[in-house]
């Protein structure tokens, strides 16, 4: 069965670090793309970062960039978000997803395959 489990959520202060991981199992992800989203109470689930099959392609939502570093290790079949310099806007429930649809945009939730059950960020001020 195929799973995606996030870990690394917890209660950070402001300005604060944090890494989130999302590790695979029941099939490779090492030819498919894999991306975060988040979604906070009441809004809609929102484009946090994505990254191609190699890793050598990487693609930021404007509120995240500078402070978020995407990465993957595909012998671990794992996916990484490096966290750094946290705002309280980052809270949120956050989302593992792989596997891009075919004529998908990396951007559009609806576009992925697979996804984790979340993690939740709580940065406070």
């Known amino acids: 069965q195929v799973q995606l489990v996030e870990s690394g959520g917890g209660l950070v202060q402001a300005g604060g670090s944090l890494r989130l991981s999302c590790a695979a199992s029941g099939r490779t992800f090492s030819s498919s793309a894999m991306g975060w989203f988040r979604q906070a109470p009441g809004t809609e689930r929102e484009f946090v970062a994505a990254?191609?099959?190699?890793?050598?392609?990487?693609y930021y939502a404007d509120s995240v960039k500078g402070r978020f570093t995407i990465s993957r290790d595909n012998a671990k079949n794992t996916m990484y978000l490096q966290m750094d310099n946290v705002k309280p806007e980052d809270t949120a429930l956050y989302y593992c997803?792989?596997?891009?649809?075919?004529?998908?945009?990396?951007?559009?939730?609806?576009?992925?395959?697979?996804w984790g059950q979340g993690t939740q960020v709580t940065v406070s001020s």
């Open positions: 997803a792989a596997d891009l649809g075919s004529g998908g945009s990396y951007s559009g939730s609806t576009a992925w395959n697979y």
């Open positions: 990254i191609s099959w190699n890793g050598g392609t990487k």
